[in-house]
C-alpha cells in the first residue's frame, strides 16, 4: 500500500468523526450554523460571558458575577444531561467556564476571566503555523475530512496551497482578537474587552470558517495526484 492509500484511508476513517462538528450541506454548501452547534451552541458559547459581564458591570463585584456564568454553564449542563447528551460535550462548556472564573475568582480582577482566553489563541496560532510549514494546513485536515477527500488534496499543489490560506485566514482572526483586546486587557477596560470578546468569538469564527470554505472549493475536476506535487511549496 502506497502513503496515498494510507493517507486516504485514515482519512476516511476519521470523516466521521469531523463531520460531527463542522457539517456541510447536500448542494456541498457549509452549513455554518450546524457546525458551530446551531442556536444552541452560539448560546452556550456566549450567554455565560455575557452573564458575567453585565452582572460585573451592575455590581461591581466579582462574586454574583462569576456565580451567574457558572450557573448559567451549569444550566446548560444539565439540560444537555437530560437530553442524554455525551458527557464530554455536556460537561465541556461547563468546564471552560469554570477555568474562567476561577482565573477571575483567585487573581481577585475581573480581567482573569478572559486571560484563558489569551493562552488559549496563543496556542492555536502557533498550532495553526505550524501546521502550514510543515504542510498539513489544518482547515485542509477539517475540510479534507468533510468533503470525502482525506489527505489526498495533499498531492495536488493548488488545493495544498488553498488549504493553507483558509489556515491563515483562521489564524488571522486569532491574531486580530489578541491585537485588539490585549491592549484593552493592559488598559484595565473590562467593559470593552467583555464586548469585543463576545463579537470576535463564535460570529468572527463563523464568518472566517465560511469563507475558508469557500476559498477551498473543489474545482471541476477534482483532486489532481501529482507525485511532483508533494514537495511543491503551499
Known sequence: MTDNDSAGQVGRQLSGAAAGRVRAREDGSLDVMASIGGWRGLAEASLPAAGFLIAYL????????????????????????????????SFSGLVGVGICAAFAYFSGDARGYYEPGFVINVAYLIGFGVSVLVKWPFMGILFGLIRGEGFDWRYDAVRRRRYALATWLIAAVLAARLVVQFPLYLADNVAALGVTRLVMGVPLYALALWLGWMLTRPGPQGIVADSEAEDASP
Open 58 to 89: 451592575l455590581t461591581e463585584e466579582l462574586v454574583p458575577a462569576i456565580l451567574l456564568a457558572v450557573g448559567l454553564g451549569a444550566v446548560f449542563t444539565v439540560v444537555r444531561l437530560l437530553q442524554r447528551g455525551s458527557l464530554i460535550q
